[in-house]
Nanobody, 121 residues
Framework: QVRLVESGGGLVQPGGSLRLSCAASGFTFSNYAMSWYRQAPGKERELVATIDSATINPGLEITYLGDSVKGRFTMSRDDDKKTVYLQMNSLKPEDTAVYFC?????????WGQGTQVTVSS
């Protein structure tokens, strides 16, 4: 059974930090590109960051990072632990959204249930 379980969301003041985690199971994690998306109320789901699989990205470097989060967010993955992380610093109210973990390989797409991040004073 495929599972992606996000954790680490919550309420944080502007300027604060959060670290999201996504634990994967039920599929060959190392084959998949892993991404974080977010969806704010009334808006479309937005790609935040991606790290391609080690097959095409041996250093597991960040493949994509959205312009709105550059310099503030960073993503990492640990293939041994089958986990991806999103470190979010200098959070702004406009970062408020549900954050989703995604695994993609060829025609296969898996999604987590999402974790709420609210940035407010």
């Amino acid at each position: 059974q495929v599972r992606l379980v996000e954790s680490g969301g919550g309420l944080v003041q502007p300027g604060g930090s959060l670290r999201l985690s996504c634990a994967a199971s039920g599929f060959t994690f190392s084959n998949y590109a892993m991404s974080w998306y977010r969806q704010a109320p009334g808006k479309e789901r937005e790609l935040v960051a991606t790290i391609d699989s080690a097959t095409i990205n041996p250093g597991l470097e960040i493949t994509y990072l959205g312009d709105s989060v550059k310099g503030r967010f960073t993503m990492s993955r640990d293939d041994d632990k089958k986990t991806v992380y999103l470190q979010m610093n200098s959070l702004k109210p406009e970062d408020t959204a549900v954050y989703f973990c995604n695994a993609h390989w060829h025609r296969l797409d898996y999604w987590g249930q999402g974790t709420q991040v609210t940035v407010s004073s």
